[in-house]
């Protein structure tokens, strides 16, 4: 050894000793590596704790890590903690059974390590396990933590029906599907939970599924479970899948109700016919059923009252039944009213149906997509038109016109449908101009008006009751002909009050109250039925005026009282004369009364048609009493009722541009575009879809509003999370990834999906995406097929499941009538889960992501449509697990135990000096302080750190346990003097 390395040895040597000097306790850092103010007695043990977040696949973690040393020393028993300096921790990762180290980057952060490890790539799925060690002078033990790893995955959960009754037993199944090629999650932990309508946790069950990624459970419900909405969730890790079933009495309709309209769409000038087909679950036919309609309608054209108000109609022998509505004479658009069916058999069972009606002014409809979400002046617009009947049936292969409305000098725009009634196009649409759309009719408030006459209650005098059910539905139909005879006499609100005697259910005499209303209410009801027997009858009815014009008198001259009631009545009578649509007005025509005595003379004045039916019902009338001798004018006018208000008819203008869209062999339509916004930069795939491992390509096109050159990089996300980051040109001077095809100088971008890929990559450029789907040309075929045409009650029904090659294949059969009840599963449920692409506002009905994936969309036109409203969004990682946990040796644990065994050895040394004792010997405290000496050298307990169990060394709780009293069978050995225990030890025993 040269001198500079023996001054470096001396050196170090020399700090050491400077360090242990400072430490009064220079053994407690050189065998243990704490510092201590005193001398550790015994052994010093030590814990380590954990917290933080555990790493995941993809994503760091992030834990802090703190040990500590756990000590006492000789002069007190109570446990101390001093943090551990030296040494560091380390993490070991265990897959299965094989542990093996896993390298982080540690940092001391005051009394705490912290490092943020990252798991090895190729890591499996599967429930691994992360231990935590501590490498210094004394060891803790390490800290098992528990580390599922599982990648993206979706679930989905069906149920075997969507409804049940409380007793039934709910089924369920979930599959999950791992995202890296929607292969089936084996062997993945998972947890059912069910919740009733007001959200309380009936069932959380731990499941895992099979090699086909199904797992399955069930609930029984019981007899008095809740009415409502249930909820099924199936979580695994992040993948979570959630169904509803409803839990109410179920009764299944004794018939159906068929409903179909005459076309599939009507135009505005052309009466609605529908047409109603009621049948039995056996097949016969539902005669004289009882069938309301009504019809609801949407924004796009409230109906008028003529569709609105309840119709009610009768079936015929064959159950069947023609509903017809009047045209919709102001529909400006396209609209889809719903008629409302309640039918009612003769035994009274009610089944509703709803029935979806398409009207249109035109008939071919347009939607269009854009980037733009509209269009742009002074640019190259690439829009894409969705051409259709009202009834939505595309229509392809078709040429199209377009035609500019506001210029029709202009020169048309021509332009093809593809398969699936797609056409794309490019225009610049020039300046917009100011575009007139008719708007729905805006519908007057309905009048609600009540019948002249109705029955407010019955009383059978005879009988001492109020009027059966029989009964009042007779009156009930007796109320239109009394209102239709009578009602010219209501004038006001009122009830009139009659008793009405019948013989053998027929009327023979009725007794009115006073006024003209309630004699003809009376004269009405002589002869009409009611009842079975002979009774009396008190017969209270409501009277309303209706709602037709009136002659009001205006008299002149100052005329006797009773002058004024047989000018009132005789105006009653006469209301016929006047036109039902006629207004307010003064009349030409006048009367003249003349008395004389009890003779009243009313005498009509004028020579029009009016005078000439009011002659009629003037006259000469005679009065009560005699009223004198006069005479004078009377001016008369007619008083008519508000009229109702009537619809209004709006229009809207807007800026914009106004197309005539003219397809061949079908007709014309409207197209209003609305002006748009070009984006500073959009992305757009060579292909919607592409096979595993297909290169396609994506062009970067800049807007008006983009500033520099074309972007150099896209990143490319598959399903499973994996991303690759690929440059358009190979100039650039980052290394080129493997997954990223060789690019060239061309200014569209080169990417290829990934082999494994199935559902929907993202393409982005920082918030810029498009979505593209990953479809393989390999497709499950699935064949169903029965054995018999029809089975009988309790006959086991066989299907043939065909799959060509091994799957899993869920199955639910239910009574095709549970779905007037509920909504039944879908056949695309589990495509739609898988997806992984949505379209959240899709380009155009029936033309979304589900379709594109499916293989629906045929034309080129349309799955570029279908690509601007796509949206992807991978399957979401499970989520962080978070700890909070430390290992620390049980030293209160440890002592109690061996404390336990100490004070069992003493007390059978104390029953030994029981049996040996002499009268006069007593059990002081010090005698029983040497037994329990003695017991401590036979049974050597000592606490967690090694030291033994002296008497000094014990807390109060404990200590009071060995006191003397509480260890002698008998009493009677123990000293008259008591002094205190405790205190006793603590003053002797050190």
């Known amino acids: 050894m040269n001198w ?35 001398c550790p007695a015994g052994t010093p043990r030590a814990a380590l704790g954990v917290r933080g977040s555990l790493p995941q696949r993809g994503a760091a973690g992030g834990l802090r890590v703190e040990a500590r040393a756990l000590w006492r020393s000789a002069d007190s028993p109570l446990t101390r903690t001093t943090p551990l300096s030296r040494g560091r921790p380390a993490l070991t990762l265990v897959v299965g059974d094989a542990p093996q180290a896993l390298p982080c980057e540690w940092a001391r952060d005051h009394d705490a390590w912290s490092c943020a490890p990252t798991l090895p790539e190729d890591l499996p799925d599967g429930d691994h396990r992360l231990e935590v060690s501590w490498d210094g002078p004394l060891q803790p033990e390490p800290v098992t933590l528990d580390l599922p790893l599982y990648g993206p995955a979706v679930a989905h959960v069906l149920t075997d029906r969507p409804l049940y009754s409380p007793g039934d037993t709910v089924r369920f199944r979930a599959l999950t599907l791992s995202a890296a090629g929607w292969v089936p999650a084996a062997a993945r932990p998972g947890v059912w939970t069910v919740r009733d309508p007001s959200g309380q946790v009936v069932l959380e069950e731990p499941g895992t599924t099979d090699e086909w990624g199904v797992d399955t459970s069930s609930l029984p419900l019981s007899a008095s479970a809740e009415r409502g909405a249930w909820t099924v969730t199936w979580d695994s890790a992040g993948a979570r899948a959630q169904a509803t079933v409803r839990v109410e009495a179920i009764q299944l309709p004794g018939y159906t109700v068929e409903a179909t309209p005459a076309r599939p769409w009507f135009r505005r000038d052309e009466p609605v016919e529908v047409r109603l087909a009621l049948r039995y679950r056996s097949g016969a036919p539902v005669a004289d059923a009882a069938v309301t309609v009504q019809a609801e309608g949407t924004r796009a054209w409230p109906p008028p009252p003529s569709w609105t108000r309840p119709h009610t109609h009768r079936t015929d022998a064959d159950g069947a039944l023609t509903v017809t509505l009047p045209p919709a004479a102001d529909l400006t658009d396209l609209a889809r009213p719903i008629l409302r069916v309640e039918a009612t058999d003769a035994a009274g069972e009610r089944v509703a149906k709803a029935v979806p009606l398409v009207l249109s002014v035109d008939p071919v409809q347009v939607e269009a997509v854009s980037a733009m979400d509209g269009l742009a002046e002074g640019w190259p617009n690439r829009v894409y038109l969705r051409l259709t009947s009202p009834d939505g049936q595309p229509l392809p292969d078709r040429d199209v016109t377009l035609t500019r409305r506001w210029d029709p000098r202009a020169p048309t725009l021509e332009a093809r449908t593809d398969a699936d009634g797609v056409a794309a196009l490019e225009l610049d649409p020039g300046a917009p101009v100011t575009v007139t759309l008719p708007e729905p009719p805006e519908r007057a408030p309905r009048l609600e008006t009540r019948p002249p006459v109705s029955v407010y209650s019955g009383y059978a005098l005879t009988a001492a009751r109020t009027t059966n059910v029989a009964e009042l539905e007779q009156l009930e139909a007796l109320a239109p002909h009394l209102g239709e005879r009578c009602g010219v006499w209501i004038d006001q609100r009122d009830r009139a009050l009659l008793t009405v005697a019948t013989e053998r259910g027929r009327v023979i005499r009725v007794t009115p109250g006073d006024g003209a209303t309630s004699r003809c ?26 709602r037709i014009p009136r002659l009001r008198a205006d008299v002149k001259a100052r005329a006797p009282t009773p002058v004024l009631a047989p000018i009132r009545e005789a105006l009653l009578a006469a209301s016929p004369c006047v036109s039902a649509s006629a207004t307010s007005q003064p009349l ?106 297909e290169v396609f390509t994506v062009e970067a096109l800049r807007g008006p509003d983009w500033r520099g050159d074309l972007p150099e990089w896209l990143t490319l996300t598959g399903p499973d999370r994996t991303t690759v980051r690929c440059p358009r040109t190979p100039s650039v001077t980052e290394d080129i990834p493997a997954a990223c095809p060789a690019p060239d100088d061309t200014p569209a971008f080169r990417l290829q999906a990934p082999e494994q890929a199935r559902g929907a990559l993202v393409v982005a450029h920082g918030q810029v995406h498009v979505a593209v789907l990953v479809r393989a040309d390999a497709a499950h075929t699935l064949r169903l097929s029965h054995r018999a045409e029809a089975y009988g009650p309790r006959e086991m029904a066989v299907i043939d499941i065909d799959t060509q090659r091994p799957a899993v294949v869920s199955l639910t059969g239910v009574d095709e009538a549970l779905g007037a009840l509920a909504a039944l599963p879908e056949p695309t449920e589990l495509a739609e889960a898988t997806l992984g692409a949505v379209s959240d506002q899709p380009a155009f009905p029936g ?46 644990e440890a002592r109690a135990l061996a404390f336990y065994e100490q004070l069992a050895a003493t007390r059978r040394a104390v029953r030994l000096w029981e049996a040996e004792a002499r009268p006069g010997d007593k059990l002081d405290h010090a005698a029983c302080a040497a037994l329990w000496d003695e017991a401590l050298a036979r049974t050597g307990a000592a606490d967690a750190f090694g030291v033994p169990l002296r008497l000094a060394e014990l807390p109060d709780d404990l200590l009071a346990q060995a006191e003397p009293r509480r260890l002698v069978a008998d009493a009677a050995w123990l000293p008259e003097d008591h002094e205190p225990w405790i205190p006793w030890v603590r003053r002797t025993q050190r």
């Not at 025509?589 to 009890?598: F, I, K, P, V």
């Not at 006069?630 to 006018?637: H, I, K, R, T």
């Not at 807007?654 to 500073?680: H, I, K, L, Y």
């Not at 969309?857 to 449509?865: E, H, Q």
């Open 4 to 38: 500079k390395h023996a001054a470096a040895v001396l050196g170090a040597i020399g700090l050491m000793g400077a360090l242990i000097a400072q430490a009064p306790c220079a053994s407690a850092w050189v065998h243990w590596g704490f510092a201590a103010d005193v």
């Open 521 to 546: 209410l009376g004269e009405a009801l002589l002869g009409a039925r009611l009842g079975e027997d002979t009774e009396l009858y008190e017969v209270m009815l409501s009277l309303e005026p209706p």
């Open 847 to 892: 033309l979304d992501a589900l379709a594109l994936a499916t293989g629906q969309v045929r034309g080129d036109a349309a799955a570029a449509a279908i690509l601007l409203r796509l949206s992807a969004e991978p399957p979401p990682l499970p989520p962080p697990v978070n700890v909070e946990t430390e290992v620390a040796p049980p030293v209160d």
């Open 588 to 693: 030409e025509t006048w009367l003249r009364w003349g008395l004389d005595g009890r003779t009243l003379d009313l005498e009509v004045v004028g020579d029009d048609a009016v005078a000439a039916c009011l002659r009629r019902y003037m006259g000469r009338r005679t009065l009560p009493e005699d009223a004198g001798s006069d005479q004078g004018p009377v001016l008369l006018s007619v008083v008519a009722p508000e009229p109702p208000p009537a619809d209004r008819v709006r229009v809207q203008t807007r800026p914009g541009w106004d197309f005539d869209v003219t397809v061949e062999g079908v007709g014309t339509g409207r197209w209003a575009p609305q002006p748009g916004t070009v984006p500073a930069l959009r992305l757009r795939p060579s292909k919607a879809v592409v096979a595993p491992g």
